[in-house]
Structure formats: C-alpha cells, structure tokens
C-alpha cells in the first residue's frame, strides 16, 4: 500500500477519533484543562524553586524551564500520535489483533496510530508558545539542528511504542510497560546531567530518555557537542532497527489464542 | 508492574532532590535529613492515604453495577470503605519492604518522631488524612451519577492532575513563598500528606498543630455532608445506565 493510502486511513482514523472526543465535550475539555493545569503547575514548582536555588549542576532556572518544556513538547508528541497503544492489549486479549493482521496495512501502523489524540493538541500549542517566549534568541544553524534532533527522537519514541507493542505479543503485558516508560521520562524533565552517573549512564543507554529528551533541549541552549549529535544519529538507527527486528519476532510467536 | 510504578515514583523524586542536596546544604528551611525524612514520610503516606481502590466506585455508578448493591443490605459507602482499607493495607505489604530496601541501597538517613506522644499523633492523623481522601475521591465518584461516560474517569483525572501537587507527595508545600503556603494551609488536599508528614518531622508549633487538626476536621464534615447529599441527589436521578 503506497504512503498516500496510509496518509488517508490515518486522517480517517484521526477524523473518527476527533468526532468521538466531540461527542463528549465536558470530557474532552475536563481532560484538556487537567493537562493544562499539571504543566502550569510544574512551572509553579520551578518559579518557587527560583527563590531557592541559583544553579543546578551549572544549569539557571530558566535553562531549567527549557528543559522541562522540551521534555513536556515530546511527551506531548509521542501521546499525540502513538495514543492507540493504550487500547492494544484489549485487542491482544481478546483475539481482535487476528482482523489487524489480516487487513491490507502495517500491523504496526494499525496498533501505533489507530487512536490520534487531539485533546493534547491544546497543551502542545500552550508549551510551543513558551517555549518561543523563553528562548533567547537562536541562530538558523542551531535551529537546523533542533529539527534534525526532533526527527531522530520522534524515531526514538515510535521505537519506544514499538517495543512496548512487542512485548505486548510476548507477555500480553501493554498498559504497565508504557507506563514504566513514561515515568521514567518524568526524570527528563530535568537535563539527565544533574542525576547520578549510574542515573545518568541508564537513562542515556540502557533507555535511551536523554536522547529523546535532553539533547534537544541541549542543542537549542548551544550545549550540544558534534560527538554526541553523531552518537545519537548511531543510537537512534541501532535502537530502531533492533526494535523492529525484535517486533518481527514478537509476531512470530503470536499465537492468536484466544480468537 | 505496578509495585515497578511505585518505586519508580518515589525514585523519580528522590533523585532529583538527591541532585539539589549534592550542592546545596539547605534549601528554605530544609537540611538534606529532613528532606529525605520529608521524601520517606510522603511515600509511605502516598501509598496509605492516596491509595484508594474506591475510585472503582464511579465505574460502577456509570455501568449500573451500582444495582447489584443497592439491592443488598449492606451499606455501599461503608462496603468501599472496608474494601479500600483492605487495599491500603494489602499495598502497603508490598511497598514498606520495598522501600526498606531502597534506604538500605540508597543509605537514605531515618528520622523518627521524638515520642511516643508524636508517633500516636501521627498514626491518627495518617488514618483522618485517609478517611478525608475516601470521602473527596467518593465525591469525586459520584460525578458519575450525572455524567457516566468514560466512567467517570475525566473529573477524576482533573482532580489527579492537580493531587500530586497540592497533597505536598513530591515536594513539602512549604518551599513556597509564604502567602502561597498559607493558602495551601486551607485547602484540604494539604491534609493528606503534607500536614502528617510535618507532624511525623516535629516542625509544627503546637498551635499550628491545632490550627491544622481544626481545618482538617472541617473538611471531613463538610466531605461528609456534601457526600451524603450528593449522593441522595445522586441517587433521585440514577438511571443504571448499561442495565
């Protein structure tokens, strides 16, 4: 099927979706608000925690607050159009998985992107507008590199989803690993340098949340050596060419037991 | 994997005061011991006072399951209560040796209250704390009975985007300037974690001690009664959706 065949099921699905979330809209806008609220609050934590600290492992506070919007932008990204994992493993449990192997489209497609949500497009439109008010001014170089970074980690998190879809396959075990994922992101809200080495060394290598997001927040504040843009170029193919043939794999041994 | 969730919660935080302490001696009026004192206390709190399996509640009032009870004699409000203490201490089985573990790994410093006096102090405040929160999140509930769909889920996740935060389980909520904590010294969800954790750490004068135990007695009846009203509104217009 040609990219444009995808491009249209993923607007229909997406229109389906958005009709769904209009249907309820005291629901929609409770969610919209909560998401909101939980960034603003954040920024309240860092704005108090301006009185008391200077520095923190040589970032400001306002490094800080870059951080925190980088981390939330992706955070938001990787929900936006990966939210259809959440409702995975109920297709795994009860045998509807078979209908998405036998359709005419990517597995992997169907899983991933069946369920676009658009309440976080609100949130995500709110942290874009701080984050160009925040930022001092950035040169057109710099920029070029933050965009290059953003694809490589929007490649990182779809591997991420992938991964937690395999697994899924494996162990019908969905809802937790995606979980375990984004509370372990939750440590990128601050640059992955102000915690330990061991800290460090896990988050950068063991999951790769400091190349999803810090180091695009570190190449925006010109923090960002050539070594590790290339490191991450590196990790960012080896991480997802295993996580697909680890995919492949996974589906080998589905064995569609309860359809 | 979801004992996994909770450590990692509490390690998500940990770490990032870890980082503060390794270059500051004292943040507002918070030593590096007190801090991780403060952190433990929380931990432990959040695992017994936001604990709740009663959120379960609003899914059945949404579902109509809410029928199989009314139909039975048996109180529904005091069945969740039992079965969310069952929960709590069922949780807590899991959690206190596996945070044991984490001070033995991590060699995080114990402060323990300095008297009997204070650690009986603590435990009723810990137990009001829970039972303020079973009657905030039965509120919450009952949302359900006028808005059923997605079961009830999106005031409650309103309502989570913002318990974090103002229950002080990250963070103590006096790190803020002081006219924003006084505000948070009226507000009920400072009475789950926050306002036991202080007492447990002795850094309440008597009177604040008091003044607190009397705004936290408030809110439990006004939860009370807004519960027992809401419910019998609730109740009038129920429609067991889903039967």
Not at chain 1, 49 to 61: E, M, N, R
Not at chain 1, 133 to 138: T, W
Not at chain 1, 176 to 185: A, N, P, V
Not at chain 2, 218 to 233: A, S
Request: aromatic content about 20%; glycine content about 4%; overall charge positive.
């Amino acid at each position: 099927m040609s990219l444009k065949k995808y491009w249209r099921c993923w607007l229909t699905m997406g229109a389906m979706t958005f009709s769904s979330l209009m249907s309820t809209r005291l629901a929609s806008l409770l969610f919209i608000s909560g998401k909101i609220a939980r960034i603003f609050l954040f920024i309240l934590l860092l704005l108090a925690l301006k009185t008391k600290i200077t520095l923190l492992s040589g970032y400001t506070l306002d490094q800080l607050l870059i951080f925190y919007l980088i981390y939330t932008l992706f955070d938001l990204l990787g929900q936006i159009f990966f939210r259809g994992i959440y409702w995975y493993r109920s297709d795994l449990l009860s045998g509807n998985f078979d209908f998405t192997l036998t359709k005419p489209l990517s597995p992997l497609f169907q899983v991933l992107v069946n369920h676009t949500d658009w309440l976080d497009i609100p949130p995500l439109i709110l942290t874009v507008i701080f984050l160009i008010y925040k930022l001092p001014s950035v040169s057109v170089s710099t920029l070029l590199g933050f965009i290059f970074l953003s694809f490589l980690a929007m490649i990182l998190i779809t591997a991420v989803h992938i991964f937690v879809a395999a697994i899924g396959v494996l162990t019908l075990e969905v809802d937790h690993t995606i979980w375990i994922f984004r509370d372990l992101s939750q440590m990128a809200r601050f640059p992955v340098d102000i915690y330990t080495q061991g800290v460090q060394f896990f988050l950068t290598y063991i999951i790769p949340i400091a190349f999803i997001f810090t180091f695009p927040a570190k190449i925006l504040l010109g923090l960002l050596s050539g070594r590790l843009i290339l490191i991450t170029v590196l990790v960012t193919v080896a991480f997802y060419w295993l996580v697909i043939k680890f995919w492949q794999y996974a589906l080998k041994t589905y064995a569609s037991a309860s359809s | 994997m979801w004992q996994v969730r909770t450590v990692l919660s509490f390690l998500t935080i940990y770490f990032f005061w870890f980082a503060v302490f390794t270059q500051y001696n004292q943040i507002g009026t918070y030593t590096r011991t007190t801090m991780f004192a403060y952190l433990l206390v929380a931990a432990f709190l959040r695992n017994l006072v936001l604990w709740s399996d009663s959120y379960h509640a609003c899914v059945e009032i949404a579902n109509g399951d809410l029928n199989n009870y009314l139909l039975k004699p048996l109180s529904y409000f005091g069945n969740w209560l039992a079965r969310d203490w069952a929960d709590k201490i069922l949780n807590l089985l899991f959690f206190v040796p596996e945070l044991a573990l984490l001070i033995i790994i991590f060699r995080i410093p114990l402060v323990f209250p300095t008297s009997l006096w204070v650690w009986a102090w603590f435990i009723v405040l810990a137990i009001l704390g829970s039972l303020l929160y079973f009657l905030f999140s039965f509120l919450v509930s009952s949302f359900s009975f006028w808005y059923p769909e997605h079961d009830g889920w999106p005031l409650r996740f309103f309502m989570l985007m913002f318990l974090d935060f103002l229950s002080g389980a990250a963070f103590p909520l006096d790190i803020f300037p002081q006219p924003v904590t006084t505000l948070f010294k009226f507000l009920p969800t400072s009475y789950f974690i926050y306002f036991p954790t202080q007492v447990y750490l002795g850094r309440l004068s008597f009177s604040d001690q008091l003044s607190g135990l009397v705004i936290m007695l408030f809110w439990l009846l006004v939860f009370f009664y807004l519960v027992k009203i809401v419910w019998h509104k609730g109740l009038q217009i129920y429609g067991a959706y889903g039967r």
